[in-house]
């Protein structure tokens, strides 16, 4: 196979509005199109025409406006999720090869601006298997530079699954997908510079092989097989207390890593003062349940709370607790702490161990969102220690630190990005 790739020179000015298949015919005609080609025109001419241009008065306002989901930031530099499911610099936003004071957006649905410029580019020229692919320069992780990468696909394979096929050694392939798209739009790129005002190539002589045509859409990886979703300063700030959970189970590889990442917290005097009971079968579940509801139950009795109310708080907790997929008791012990005479240095080692529970608490909640899992501390193993060691097994010199209910993150989604926080309220520097 031989690959041609043949830059479309002569191309206008795109304005908002412009039908590019009309402003494109006379370079294709021009440079001899034929069954079988593919346009590769870049994402600006696109969303130019498409007006997918705005004021770059508050660029801040306008990624963010475009953002899904942050990824990474460093300094004024953005990696963010797109609603198209891309992660890249700035969600996208670029102020390159536009007027001045202005920005270029990508186009709403770059599959669907493909698919039009096909269907248009096949009447128009009389040529029914034309392939397009809009294309836009991303940076890559791991790799300096810029690279052509496939936005908007319609007319040919995105991924071509060689799965199964034999290498040339005769040996099965197992995890061989090759993004055809992505390889058309980084062969284009070698004739479509940012400064080249070439935005648009036929690329000519790909083998299609026998798989289906596709999108752009196909290229975005699942969330669950994406291993790197956000930079560890960003879990930070994106972990959310989440109390209700989504349909499957949690995987018993994901709660065994986040315990050990729980037992990373500084500890005091070199002990390891946590234990993490993990709660996964509904009978194990139900059992600490009924332990602490009923200790509440007595509590709020004495309280001189009538039962209709406090019938409606179980019920509360219960829609959380009761019904996450895994619940996790973590426990701390003191018997490592250094004895003292005084009240003030013994409060103060007791204090530091309670702090080091708190990290090992905090440690695995972060572990668990790493993962992609929800999570929420309940304080209520707090207020009912001997009913819950007794219904957990624990010797008396553990303390239980609460409950922490886990489980997939909800169908509905999680919810919106913490608001933001005034640095002055919260920190002084001297």
């Excluded at 953002?67 to 102020?95: E, K, P, Y």
């Excluded at 440690?363 to 219904?391: V, Y």
């Amino acid at each position: 196979m031989s690959v041609e790739v043949i830059p479309l020179e002569g191309i206008p000015e795109i304005r908002p509005g412009d039908d590019l298949v009309s402003v494109l015919e006379p370079s294709l005609r021009g440079a001899g199109v034929t069954g079988g080609d593919v346009v590769l025109v870049t994402q600006k001419i696109v969303s130019k025409a498409e007006g997918r241009i705005t004021s770059a008065a508050d660029r801040a306002s306008v990624v963010e406006a475009e953002t899904v989901r942050m990824v990474a930031r460093r300094d004024d530099l953005v990696i963010a999720q797109t609603r198209h499911g891309f992660v890249c610099a700035n969600a996208g936003v670029d102020a390159s090869n536009v007027e001045a004071g202005t920005l270029a957006l990508l186009p709403e649905d770059p599959d669907a601006s493909a698919a039009g410029l096909q269907r248009g580019l096949a009447d128009r020229l009389g040529i029914g298997s034309v392939g397009v692919v809009v294309s836009d320069t991303f940076g890559r992780p791991w790799r300096t530079g810029l690279v052509n990468v496939a936005i908007g696909c319609a007319g040919l394979p995105a991924l071509v699954d060689l799965r199964g096929r034999p290498d040339d050694r005769g040996r099965a392939l197992e995890a061989t997908i090759v993004a055809l798209a992505d390889e058309v739009a980084a062969a284009g790129g070698l004739v479509m510079g940012k400064d080249a005002r070439i935005p648009a190539a036929i690329v000519r002589g790909i083998e299609r092989a026998d798989a289906p045509d596709g999108t752009a859409t196909d290229l975005v990886r699942p969330p669950d097989e994406d291993l790197f979703r956000e930079s560890p300063m960003q879990a930070l700030h994106a972990r959310r207390t989440i109390r209700s959970f989504g349909q499957g189970a949690v995987p018993r590889a994901a709660l065994e890593a986040a315990v050990l990442a729980a037992c990373t917290a500084p500890a005091p005097h070199h002990t390891r003062p946590w234990r993490f009971t993990v709660l996964e079968s509904s009978p194990a579940k139900r059992t600490l349940l009924a332990a602490t509801a009923e200790a509440w139950r007595e509590d709020l009795r004495r309280d001189g709370i009538d039962d209709d109310v406090i019938a409606r708080r179980i019920a509360r907790s219960d829609e959380v607790l009761g019904r996450a997929p895994v619940l996790i008791v973590p426990w701390l012990s003191t018997s490592g702490a250094h004895g003292y005479p005084d009240a003030e240095r013994s409060r103060a080692e007791r204090e530091m161990f309670l702090l080091s529970g708190g990290a090992a608490i905090q440690t695995l909640l972060l572990a668990l969102h790493a993962q992609g899992l929800a999570s929420c501390w309940i304080s209520s193993t707090l207020f009912c220690q001997d009913e819950t060691r007794a219904a957990l097994g624990m010797g008396d010199e553990w303390s239980a630190m609460g409950t922490v209910a886990c489980g997939r993150p909800p169908d509905g989604g999680l919810p919106p990005p913490r608001p933001p926080i005034d640095l002055a309220e919260v920190a002084e520097f001297s």
